[in-house]
């Protein structure tokens, strides 16, 4: 099993560098797992928006290039589906029991994701409507994928 993150720019804070740390480590049980960070596209700071999506489509294909076709693609996406964490669990579940043995986690850029992205995605998850900034999204995802691989191997830590 391979659980991959990817997020686009730099995470700076060191208590949630360290927070990644400890979730990494802790889903290291269940599989060989790995946050890659990427670049976000260079655009002017006054971008049209026709600028703004040529660089998401040059940073969905350095994504795209790193993940295989059998991958399970889940963008973290404003757009996508709302899940409860037992959901969340049972959707992963299910994508194991079609054969998925790697999931990829990707968290966009400060412009957000591509259609390219879109289209490729296996799903697309919303994490709630509140907003917050990249860094934490990915905290908050790692969380979630540690809490239902301990909901899907019914272990105690989900209330």
């Known amino acids: 099993m391979k659980l991959r993150f990817f997020i686009f720019g730099k995470t700076r804070e060191k208590f949630i560098k360290e927070a990644y740390d400890e979730y990494l480590k802790r889903l290291s049980k269940y599989g060989e797992v790995s946050i890659t960070y990427l670049n976000e596209s260079v655009i002017n700071s006054n971008p049209s928006g026709s600028e703004i999506l040529k660089g998401l489509d040059q940073e969905a294909d350095r994504l795209l290039s790193l993940v295989k076709e059998s991958d399970c693609l889940m963008l973290i996406d404003l757009h996508g589906n709302e899940y409860s964490s037992e959901e969340f669990a049972k959707l992963i579940g ?51 994928v540690y809490r239902a691989f301990k909901i899907n191997n019914n272990e105690t830590y989900h209330k």
Not at 111 to 117: E, M, Q, V
């Open 94 to 144: 299910t994508e194991m029991t079609m054969g998925s043995s790697a999931f990829d986690f990707v968290i966009g850029s400060s412009n957000g994701l591509s259609d390219k992205l879109r289209e490729r995605a296996d799903e697309k998850i919303c994490l709630s409507k509140l907003t917050t900034t990249h860094p934490l999204a990915l905290l908050f995802t790692l969380e979630q």
